[in-house]
C-alpha cells in the first residue's frame, strides 16, 4: 500500500483490486463537496456510535426535568430543552442511531431485494420481467407513505418494522432503475463478449451488468437514505415510528410543532440536523457516482 | 495559385481552428487552405481527427462556439466574406448558397414531419413564394432524387438508410446552392446502395451545376466523383492536385501511405504496407511536420519546421521538406 | 474432408417479430477447412452477423448442425458449450460497444483466463496477459488503462488478445476492421493475417467489404437476404463472378484508381424485407435478368465447376 504510486502501469494483476479502490478515492478527494457530504456522514456516524459517551441515556436523554422545560440554547444546554426539560442535543445525538440505522438498513433492504429484482427482469426478460414488473406496479400504485403506514399497522409499531415497511414501499423504485439501466447495458457487445468467453448469466450480471449501471443506482440510494430518514420521521410524526420516550428526529420535529411559537427551536433544531444528513449524503452520492466512472479520470 | 479570383466560389486561406477545452488546445485545424471553382468538385480526403469535418462547418459558421474558435484566415464564399457576416446574413446563406449533407441521414431529419413538408419547409425559409407552390417544388425535387411524389406524406422511418439520404440530398439541393458539401455522405450505406446514390449525386450536379465539397476516408469516391483532391493531416492540406496529380503522380509520404494501405480488388494476396503509428495528438501536436513521426522518409530537418506549400506544376502542391532536395522521390509509382 | 474443422448444415435462424416471421439464416450450408479463411459477405440485413453468432451458439440456431472438429455443437449442454468457447471465439465489429468501460486492458484480456480457470493462479495470469499483449502489439504500459483511453486500433487490438487468451482454433471476425481509420485498418489486418501464420488459426471473416475479404479469404460465401447465393474460391469470385448479385457487389466497389475502371452493373430498388419472404429467388425484385421462373421457383445452389457453387436459375441452361 505505497503511498505514492502513481505509475501503476507497473502494478500487476495481484494488486490491481487495491489499486482501483485507491484510484476511486484519488478521484473523490479531489471533489470538494462530495468530500464536505463524506466528512459530515462520517461525523454523524462517529457521534451516533459514541451518543453513550457523550450523553447519557438514562440521566440525560429521556429524564423529564419541567423545572426547565422550554429553555432557549445556553452554554448549560447548547441547543435548549423541550417541552419536557430534556437537553436537545443530547437527544439529536441519541436521535441519530434510530434515524441513520433505519435509513441504511431501510435501504440497503430494499436495494438488495429491489436490485435483484430489478436485474431478473430486466435480464430475463419475458414472463419473469411482467410478473415482478407488474407486482412492482402494483406497490407503486399505492401511495409508498400509506403503505408503510399500513404495513406499520399491520405488525405492529417496532423500530424493525418501521424499517421493514420502508424498505417495501421503496421496492419499485430499485427495481425500476435498476431494470432500465440493465436493459441498457445488457445488448451491448461486451456482454455477448463475456458469452463469447463462456460467462454465464450470474457472472455476467456480477462483473459486467451491475458495475455499469452503478450511476443511478448510487444515486438512488444517497437519495433514498435520505427520504428514508423522512419517512421514519414522518410515521413517527404520526405516532406509528419509535414510541416516546425514545428519541428521534421525525418525533422531535412532530412534538415541538405545539410550541412553534414560543420555543421555535425545539422544531428548528432536528429539522437542521435532517436537513444537514440529507445534503452530506447526496453531495456524497454524487461524488461517488463520478468517481466510480473511469471514464471522468483526470 | 494566383489565378483570377473572380471565378473562385469558396476562397480559404490560411484557415486555423482551435477548440479549447479544459485538457488543452485542440488544435484541429492548422492553416489550411481551399481554391474552389464553380462548378467544380473537391475531395478532402483524411482520417478521423484530421479536420476535415471542422472546417466544412467553418464555412457555414458552424462550429461550435465555444470550444471551437476560428483563431484566423478568411473564408471567402461566393464573394462574401463568411467569417465577418451578421448572424442574419448566414442565415439565408445557409441552405440557400451553400447546404451541407451530412453523414448520418437517420439524424439528420426530422421524425415527426413528413419528408415533403421537410423539403418544402427548407424552400419556404429562402423563397418567396407560397406554400402551395413550396410543396409543389418539394414534390419535384423528390422526383429528382429518384423517389416517387407519392411519398410525399410518408414519414422518415418509412424510408430506408439509401432513400433517406436521397431525400437529405432533396433538401440540400431544394434551393439550388452554389455549393454542397457532403461529408461521408455514403458512409452509412450498403455499397449497391452507395453505387445508387452517388450516381444520383453526379447526375445532380451536372444538372444544378453546383460546385460540391466531398468529405471522404473512402480514396475510390474520391476516383468517382472528384475533380480535384486535397489531402488533410492533422489540420493541414499536405497534397493538393487534380485526381490525376495525387493518383498518378502522388508525392506526399501520407498520401501514398494511404494507397498503400487499402486493399486493393485487382492485386489479390499482397501484403498491405500499412502506415505505422498513429494520428498525433491533436493538444500536442509535433514541432515540425505533423506526419514526420509516422514517416519513412523522415530526416532531421523534418522534425525541426513545418514545411512550406511547394507548387510542382499550375494545379498540384505538396508540403513536405524533403522536395527541397533535387531528385528526392517517394517509392510508389503507378504502372 | 479428414481436415474439416467445421461444417454448417442447413442453418436457420428464424425471429418472431409483430410482423411475420423473419427469415434471417434460412438454410445455409458450408464447410471449411482448417487453416484457411472463409469470408462471408454481403450487405447489412442479409443475415452475415447472425450466420456468425448462431455458428458460436451466441443465438440459439433454430434449425440445422453446426458440425465442429467432428461433433455437432448444437447438441452440447450448457457446460460442453462452456469448454467448447475455449476452442471458437469471436472477434466484434465495434471496438468501443465491445470492451467493458469500466474494466482495465488487463483484466479483458485476463478474463477468459479467469473465467474458465485456465490459469487461477493471479501472477501466472499477469504473465500471460503481457504475453498476449506483445502478440497483437500493445504496448506494456498500458496494462492498466481503461478502453476509452485507447484509440480504435489499439481497443481492437485488445479485443483480438482477449480472442486469443484461450488458443481458439476457430475465429469468426464480425466486421474486424470497418470501424477502423484506413490506415489503421491496415495495420490490424496485417496482424490479424501473421496471427493466423503463426498460430494456425482458421478465419471466418464476415464483412461488407469486398476488397477487405479479396485480399484475405481463400473463399467467399456472398449471402443475399438470409441465404447463400454464391460461393468459390476468392480469385474464381472476383474474376467470373456467376450470380447477378454477385456481379452488381463486386462493381458497385468504389476503386481508388484512375485506370482500372470496371463495368457498373447497378442495381435497381434496395434489398427487401426478410420477414415472410414470398417464394422464388429474393433476389428476383432486383434482378436485371429475372425470369417468371425466378419469381415463382427458389433456386438451389449447385456446384458449376469445381468448388463453384451457385444459386441461380439463369445458370443452369
Known sequence: MATTNNSAAQAGTATKKRGQFKETWRRLKKNRMAMIGLTVVVFLVLISIFADVLFDYDTVVIKQNTQIRLQGPSAEHWLGTDEFGRDILARLVHGSRVSLSVGVVAVSISLVLGGSLGAAAGFYGGTIDNVIMRFMDILLAVPSLLLSITIVSALGPSIINLMLAIAISSLPGYARIVRASVLTVKDQEFVEAAKCIGANNFEIILSHIIPNCMAPIIVQVSLKVASAILSTSGLSFLGLGVKAPTPEWGAMLSGGRAYLRNAPHLTIFPGIAIIITILSLNLLGDGLRDALDPKLKK | ?335 | MSDTILEVKHLKKYFNTPKGTLHAVDDVSFTLERGKTLGIVGESGCGKSTTGRAILRLIEPTAGEVIFNGEDITKKNKEQMRLLRREMQLIFQDPYASLDPRKTVSEIIGEPLKLQKLIPDAKKRAERVHELMEVVGLADRLINTYPHELDGGRRQRIGIARALAMEPKLIICDEPVSALDVSIQAQILNLMQDLQEQMGLTYIFITHDLSVVNHFANDIAVMYLGQLIEKAPSVTLFDNPVHPYTKALLSAIPVPSLRKKRQRVMLKGEISSPINPKPGCRFAVRCPYATDRCRTEEPKLVEIEKDHFVACHLTEK
Open chain 2, 1 to 335: 495559385m494566383a489565378e483570377n479570383k473572380k471565378d473562385l466560389i469558396l476562397d480559404i486561406k490560411d484557415l486555423v481552428i482551435h477548440y479549447e477545452t479544459d485538457d488543452g488546445t485542440v488544435e484541429a485545424v492548422n492553416g489550411l487552405d481551399i481554391q474552389l471553382e464553380y462548378g467544380k468538385t473537391l475531395g478532402l480526403v483524411g482520417e478521423t481527427g484530421s479536420g476535415k469535418t471542422t472546417t466544412a462547418l467553418s464555412i457555414l459558421r458552424l462550429v461550435p462556439d465555444p470550444p471551437g474558435v476560428i483563431k484566423n484566415g478568411s473564408i471567402t464564399l461566393d464573394g462574401k466574406d463568411i467569417l465577418n457576416l451578421p448572424q442574419k446574413d448566414l442565415e439565408s446563406i445557409r441552405g440557400n448558397l451553400v447546404s451541407m449533407i451530412f453523414q448520418d441521414p437517420m439524424t439528420s431529419l426530422n421524425p415527426v414531419l413528413t419528408v415533403g413538408e421537410q423539403i418544402a419547409e427548407v424552400i419556404g425559409l429562402h423563397e418567396n413564394i407560397s406554400e402551395k407552390e413550396a410543396a409543389d417544388k418539394a414534390g419535384q425535387m423528390l422526383e429528382v432524387v429518384g423517389i416517387p411524389k407519392e411519398r410525399y406524406g410518408e414519414y422518415p422511418h418509412q424510408f430506408s438508410g439509401g432513400m433517406k439520404q436521397r431525400v437529405v440530398i432533396a433538401m440540400a439541393l431544394a434551393c439550388n446552392p452554389k455549393l454542397l458539401i457532403a461529408d461521408e455522405p455514403t458512409t452509412a450505406l450498403d455499397v449497391t446502395i452507395q453505387a445508387q446514390v452517388l450516381e444520383t449525386m453526379k447526375e445532380l450536379r451536372e444538372k444544378f451545376g453546383s460546385a460540391m465539397i466531398m468529405i471522404t476516408h473512402d480514396l475510390g469516391i474520391i476516383a468517382e466523383v472528384c475533380d480535384e483532391v486535397s489531402v488533410v493531416y492533422a489540420g493541414q492540406i499536405v497534397e493538393h492536385g487534380t485526381l490525376e496529380d495525387v493518383f498518378e503522380r502522388t508525392l506526399h509520404p501520407y498520401t501514398e501511405g494511404l494507397f498503400g494501405s487499402l486493399p486493393n480488388i485487382e492485386e489479390r494476396r499482397h501484403r498491405l504496407q500499412p502506415i505505422p503509428g498513429l494520428m498525433p495528438d491533436p493538444t500536442d501536436l509535433p514541432k515540425g511536420c505533423c506526419f514526420a513521426p509516422r514517416c519513412k522518409y523522415c530526416t532531421e530537418a523534418c522534425t525541426k519546421a513545418r514545411p512550406e506549400m511547394k507548387w510542382v506544376s499550375d494545379t498540384h502542391y505538396v508540403r513536405c521538406s524533403r522536395y527541397d532536395e533535387p531528385g528526392f522521390k517517394i517509392e510508389r509509382s503507378v504502372q
